[in-house]
T-cell receptor, first 109, second 113 residues
Framework: TQLLEQSPQFLSIQEGENLTVYCNSSSVFSSLQWYRQEPGEGPVLLVTVVTGGEVKKLKRLTFQFGDARKDSSLHITAAQPGDTGLYLC?????????FGTGTSLTVIP | NAGVTQTPKFRILKIGQSMTLQCTQDMNHNYMYWYRQDPGMGLKLIYYSVGAGITDKGEVPNGYNVSRSTTEDFPLRLELAAPSQTSVYFCANRQELWIAGPGFGSGTRLTVV
């Protein structure tokens, strides 16, 4: 059983379209992180959300933390080919640090 | 994250062989982690450490061992390699802030044949 479930697992869209990736858990987190990973590289931290209901924007990326701090979403507006990659949510219930199942995004020019 | 260095970058092992994946940091963080990642998937936690001399199991510890004799080094040992251990292995460190996320090394791609 995965602590953090992401959906969808795979997403292939045309350049300019919008998309949303979801990260869900039955556990409460004090904070959640979103990472982006490119092939052959380690994950790179995009953002940390810490307050229930919080919304953070990073250019065309909008991150939201659920009110109950059990879920989060990532919305990309007007996707570009450079957004292609594996998106991972992550969080720490205690000293462990767990990652979600991942969403592989392909943006077609 | 230039602060976490992993060696080797690539390795091919035969079934039953053993090896140690090296991980060292120059950031003096107490928290360190080992993950494995299969193609197109998320990362699964193998072992973690909250300081020198302290280690604990993660989600998938079977077939692996770790040690943490110093703050800087956190090696991962594979005994009796099996094809199921073919994966990319990432080491990471993390500050002791509850909002901090890990920073990663560049990974070790291991193939067991």
């Amino acid at each position: 059983t995965q602590l953090l479930e992401q959906s969808p697992q795979f997403l292939s869209i045309q350049e300019g379209e919008n998309l949303t990736v979801y990260c869900n858990s039955s556990s409460v987190f004090s904070s959640l992180q979103w990472y982006r990973q490119e092939p052959g590289e380690g994950p790179v931290l995009l953002v940390t959300v810490v307050t229930g209901g919080e919304v953070k924007k990073l250019k065309r990326l909008t991150f939201q933390f659920g009110d109950a701090r059990k879920d989060s979403s990532l919305h990309i507006t007007a996707a570009q080919p450079g957004d292609t990659g594996l998106y991972l949510c992550a969080g720490a219930p205690g000293n462990q640090f767990y990652f979600g199942t991942g969403t592989s995004l392909t943006v077609i020019p | 994250n230039a602060g976490v260095t992993q060696t080797p970058k690539f390795r091919i092992l035969k079934i039953g062989q053993s090896m140690t994946l090296q991980c060292t940091q120059d950031m003096n963080h107490n928290y360190m982690y080992w993950y494995r990642q299969d193609p197109g998937m998320g990362l699964k936690l193998i072992y973690y450490s909250v300081g020198a001399g302290i280690t604990d199991k993660g989600e998938v510890p079977n077939g692996y061992n770790v040690s943490r004799s110093t703050t800087e080094d956190f090696p991962l040992r594979l005994e009796l390699a099996a094809p199921s251990q073919t994966s990319v292995y990432f080491c990471a460190n993390r500050q002791e802030l509850w909002i901090a996320g890990p920073g990663f090394g560049s990974g070790t791609r291991l193939t067991v044949v």
